[in-house]
Nanobody, 125 residues
Framework: QVQLVESGGGLVQPGGSLRLSCEAT????????IGWFRQVPGKGREGVSF????????VCADSMKGRFTISRDNAKNTVYLEMNSLKPEDTGVYYC??????????????????WGQGTQVIVSS
């Protein structure tokens, strides 16, 4: 059974940083695109960043580029999202998502597949 377990969310002040983790169990990620999308109040679902062995990594939106970095530890079957210079508009529930045999660009647009339970990120002073 595939499970994605997120951690690392919380409350942070504007300009601060957080690192989210997503541990995958029940699957090896060799053929998977995996990463993050978020549900933002009033904006719906938004792709954040994805990574795969076949086509590298991408940050989905220009507003996140230069601030968000995705990485993976294959030995731990874990993906990380480093978020810096956080803004109030980054507030939302961040979900880990994974799908086999797809591209990171496709996942940015439509992150179907396995999802984690989500972790709340609140950026507020």
């Amino acid at each position: 059974q595939v499970q994605l377990v997120e951690s690392g969310g919380g409350l942070v002040q504007p300009g601060g940083s957080l690192r989210l983790s997503c541990e995958a169990t029940g699957v090896t990620l060799d053929n998977y695109a995996i990463g993050w999308f978020r549900q933002v109040p009033g904006k719906g679902r938004e792709g954040v960043s994805f990574i795969s062995s076949s086509d590298g990594s991408t940050v989905c939106a220009d507003s996140m580029k230069g601030r968000f970095t995705i990485s993976r530890d294959n030995a731990k079957n874990t993906v990380y999202l480093e978020m810096n210079s956080l803004k109030p508009e980054d507030t939302g529930v961040y979900y880990c998502a994974a799908r086999a045999w797809t591209t990171v660009q496709t996942m940015c647009i439509n992150p179907v597949g396995y999802w984690g339970q989500g972790t709340q990120v609140i950026v507020s002073s």
